[in-house]
Nanobody
């Protein structure tokens, strides 16, 4: 059983920064990819950023140039550095791990950007 635990969310002002962390219960190289999604109540969950086993990254157009996904394999942790935050970035952020046909999710961490 895989466990993903997010941390680092909170309340921040417009233009501020936060760094989210996702700690996995096992070696993150065992996953094909890991990523961050976000969801606003009443709207579909959307992909924000992802990093593959090989280290390739991709981002949603809405966060390109502001968010950076990275990882620390030794710590079994994936990060999401979020800069220049906007009110529309307010959401619950979820960590995701993809292993072949299996998807694993964390419980989420709330990010609120106040204006």
């Amino acid at each position: 059983q895989v466990q993903l635990v997010e941390s680092g969310g909170g309340l921040v002002q417009v233009g501020g920064s936060l760094r989210l962390s996702c700690a996995a219960s096992r070696n993150i190289f065992s996953f094909n990819a890991m990523g961050w999604y976000r969801q606003v109540l009443g709207r579909p969950r959307e992909s924000v950023a992802a990093i593959t086993r090989g280290g390739s990254t991709n981002y949603a157009d809405s966060v390109k140039g502001r968010f950076t996904i990275s990882r620390d394999v030794a710590k079994k942790t994936v990060y999401l550095q979020m800069n220049s935050l906007k009110p529309e970035d307010t959401a619950v952020y979820y960590c995701n791990a993809l292993e072949f046909s299996s998807n694993y999710w964390g419980l989420g961490t709330q990010v609120t950007v106040s204006s």
